[in-house]
């Protein structure tokens, strides 16, 4: 899009050239997109100006902003990885962080440090929603 007489002659419809746009964006669209969360926690993935995602994948700048949440809550990349895949958790593992919510939730000292944004305890409570949002590995 960055020539203009090869974009006019795009938007006017030439037969060829509309002909290798399609093929060009089938090409890239069945390309491998390797480990795009790696390069996001690396810190080396650079947003395009377009992508083709599929499915529940985030375009790369998304996917950077997920990132960058994520750590301001606290989470490590191990852990962000995680999340961003939607690793399963175990049964046992799931009803362990309800638990420790719920016995959290009754402890009047730590809600209240928790409402008014004490960094350690709103981190703590990150990492337990985190667990609690996770998909739940079926037992047999």
Do not use: C
């Not at 480990?35 to 992508?51: H, I, M, N, S, Y």
């Not at 667990?131 to 079926?138: G, K, R």
């Amino acid at each position: 899009m960055g020539d203009k007489a090869l974009t006019e002659k795009y938007r006017a419809g030439d037969v060829a050239l509309n002909q290798e746009m399609r093929t060009l964006n089938m090409a890239i669209a069945a390309a491998p997109t390797g480990d795009k969360l790696g390069a996001v926690l690396a810190g080396t993935a650079t947003p395009g100006g377009f992508e083709t995602t599929t499915g529940s994948e985030l375009p790369t700048s998304d996917l950077i902003s997920a990132v960058d949440g994520l750590r301001k809550q606290g989470h490590s990349d191990e852990i962000i990885r995680a999340i961003v895949e939607g690793e399963p958790v175990t049964p046992e593992r799931h009803r362990e962080a309800e638990i420790i919510r719920e016995r959290l939730l009754r402890d009047k000292q730590w809600l209240r440090d928790y409402r008014e944004g004490h960094r350690e305890k709103v981190e703590q409570m990150h990492r337990i929603n985190a667990v609690l949002a996770a998909p739940i590995t079926e037992t047999k």
